[in-house]
């Protein structure tokens, strides 16, 4: 703005005075940048932290996988793991041991029991008690391996004194229960009837009923092969069929108690919604005589 005044000689002289300018006057107000903000690089911090854990977790995993001996017995014990537990309690149930040592028989770590799995559920354990009691003593061996986080028993045997080892029979993945080792000890391995029982009582069924179509082919007057095909189609959950030859039985030998028994508990408690297992389908041969039925595969 210019302001005028006037001089001593009369005349005017003119000067020029900056005012400070009003806001919404003149020239846009240009506003001051803003102040650095921190939170990009706090979640970028975050980000990092998380990344690192993740990759080291991912590496320890990684490790414990590759490393198959990893000893977890440090976190479990070799006496409270499944396999020496479970072996333990066998033996003091097992009358070959109680006939061996005593019903005072008493089970200990022969002192190089090794029981081992890693973190992706795969192991093994090499199992060695030592059986004492008041009539003699003997030693144990049994081997578990472990997959899928669950053990089974593969091979077990035990030895008296410096003599050989003798097997103990075992099941599918486990001990065999009294009344199985009753069947395998009756069981004539010479005879087709005889391994197929072995076959049904360590669970290998497919094998089993292949020996009992065999021995029914050969001797189609013996009818044992017969019931305990259809005890094995009743292990399988094929009720029909086991029904089917337990009936068949019944119809030349009314009065065979097996067959009787395994009917009545069947109709005491039918297996409602019992999965199915695919069996073999078995069709009829031409009678000749008074002779029982053969049955064979298709």
């Known amino acids: ?17 900056e005012e400070p300018q009003k806001p ?8 001051p940048p803003p102040a650095p903000s921190n939170t990009g690089s706090s979640l970028t911090a975050v980000l990092v932290a998380v990344l690192a854990i993740a ?13 198959p001996d990893v ?22 149930e097992f009358d ?14 022969a002192g190089d029991t090794v029981v081992d799995w890693n973190i ?56 065999l229960t009294q009344d199985q080792l009753d069947v395998w000890r009756r069981a004539d391995p010479d005879t087709l009837l005889g391994r197929g029982q072995r076959e049904y009582v360590q669970g290998q069924h497919m094998q089993a009923i292949e020996l009992f179509n065999k021995a029914m082919e050969q001797e189609p007057e013996t009818m044992e092969p017969l019931y305990w095909r259809g005890r094995t189609f009743e292990a399988l959950g094929n009720s029909p069929k086991a029904i089917a030859d337990y009936q068949r039985l019944l119809t030349v030998e009314p009065d065979h108690p097996a067959a009787l028994a395994r009917l009545d508990a069947m109709r005491a408690s039918p297996p409602l919604g019992a999965p199915q297992v695919e069996t073999p389908d078995i069709e009829e041969k031409p009678k000749k005589g008074p002779s029982p039925v053969s049955l064979i595969p298709r």
């Open 24 to 31: 919404g006057a003149g020239a846009a107000e240009i506003a």
């Open 96 to 109: 070959v041991m109680q006939a061996i040592a005593g019903d005072d028989l008493q089970v200990a770590d």
């Open 120 to 175: 992706s559920g795969e192991g093994h354990a090499d199992i060695h008690l030592d059986v004492t009691g008041s009539r003699g003593a003997a030693q144990v061996w049994a081997t578990w391996e472990r997959s899928q986080n669950a053990w089974v028993v593969t091979s077990a045997a035990y030895r008296i004194g410096d003599g050989v080892r003798e097997p103990i029979p075992l099941g599918k993945g486990d001990f």
């Open 55 to 67: 990759v080291a977790g991912g590496a320890a995993a990684a490790w414990y996988a590759w490393k």
């Open 71 to 92: 000893d977890l017995s440090l976190r479990t014990p070799v006496t409270e793991s499944h396999p020496y537990q479970e072996t333990v309690a066998y033996l003091q």
């Open 1 to 17: 703005m210019a302001m005028y005044e006037q001089d001593e000689t009369g005349g005017m002289s003119v000067f020029l005075r």
